[in-house]
């Protein structure tokens, strides 16, 4: 199966404090794995590496077949990523992160339709600026949103509108944009439950189109099935273990929330009492 991203013998470091240290981390094309692990356990700083928003300090990182080069390059290391290079992979990767990053002022439609700009040419490209789209594009970025239940919120500004329709409206962006790579950080941490559940019902939706991986961090165990065929476990920087999801159990997750983290913060939601200790059955497939 082709590989989506790689890691080894990589190392973040900053100030004197190792944030990361991964020996190594492979991930297919169109597998959905989930990173746990309490604060501090280094999962942010790995979606930001596997992003390009932050150099490795040593070691090797691969993504989208694309090698991203250490920060502190040596002179065997691979050369950082050109700009081209850098705007194509960012095409190519699809981000929901917890500062949802929509344009207020904007409505949901006009911020939908902000994934699709890497797909406009010559005068189409130009036109966008002065926030004119092709009619098609109108229409898809609308049947994005009506998709996820937001049709007749469509030219309300997104500072209006609540948590999960933001949410809602950043999962509507990433249809346009079609990225290979989705990276969700904590894509659920500020919603409701109802709102939960409809945010993480889609992204799987999104995951499943042929060719798509995703990689979330997820702080709620009850999520995992919903998001995720293998689990990460991570502690203070290093991978613990790495599972498929039929494998998990209640005690692997417990005593990885209760490792020491490394930075403090909010406890993580604690593992319910009937997370299943055995195996959950076969393993999810991916497509």
Sequence with gaps: MTEALLLEAVRVQV???VL???PRLAVAAGERVAIVGPNGAGKST???LVAALLPATQGRVRVLGRELGPGLASPAAPAALSPAARRALRRDTGLLMQGLHLVPRLSARENVLIGALARLQGAQAWL???RWYPPALVAEADAALATLGLAGLAGQRADRLSGGERQKVALARLQLQRPRLLLADEPTSALDPAATQAVCQALAALAAEPGRTLLSVVHDPGLLPLLATRVVGMAEGRVCWDVPIAELRAPMLQALYAAPASAPGPAARPVAADWP????????ETR
Excluded: H, M, Q, Y
């Design 15 to 17: 100030g004197g404090r």
């Design 20 to 22: 990361l240290d991964v």
């Design 46 to 48: 790995l979606l930001r």
């Design 128 to 130: 966008s600026a002065l």
């Design 277 to 284: 200790a055995a195996p959950l059955g076969t393993r999810l």
